[in-house]
């Protein structure tokens, strides 16, 4: 069983930045894709990156592309979110969440999910 702990969210205004971090338990942590996903109010959880179990492949949301930058140290069973130039619409709950094997874009593949961490973009 994997568990997930988000931390780093806050306020912060519109250009700033943040670091979100996601500390996992178990031993065989470097099996899992993670991902990171975020929900606004009163809309869907929605994709934002995600990271293969090795850290060799990324992906990320349009939206984020080249302002969001995941990254993982499995030394440390840890997955962050490094998110710069941030805008009032990223302002979200983000979640970290975990799946066996390959890593996909897809919210229903993620089996483990954190609590979520806040982040309010203030224009």
């Known amino acids: 069983q994997v568990q997930l702990v988000e931390s780093g969210g806050g306020a912060v205004q519109a250009g700033g930045s943040l670091r979100l971090s996601c500390a996992a338990s178990g031993r065989t942590f470097s099996s899992y894709a993670m991902g990171w996903f975020r929900q606004a109010p009163g809309k869907e959880r929605e994709f934002v990156a995600v990271?293969?179990?090795?850290?060799?492949?990324?992906a990320y949301a349009d939206s984020v592309k080249g302002r969001f930058t995941i990254s993982r140290v499995n030394a440390k069973n840890t997955v962050y979110l490094q998110m710069n130039s941030l805008k009032f619409e990223d302002t979200a709950v983000y979640y970290c969440?975990?799946?066996?094997?390959?890593?996909?874009?897809?919210?229903?593949?993620?089996?483990?999910w954190g609590q979520g961490t806040q982040v309010t973009v203030s224009s």
């Open positions: 990271i293969s179990g090795s850290g060799a492949i990324t």
């Open positions: 969440a975990a799946k066996y094997g390959v890593a996909t874009m897809t919210r229903t593949d993620f089996t483990h």
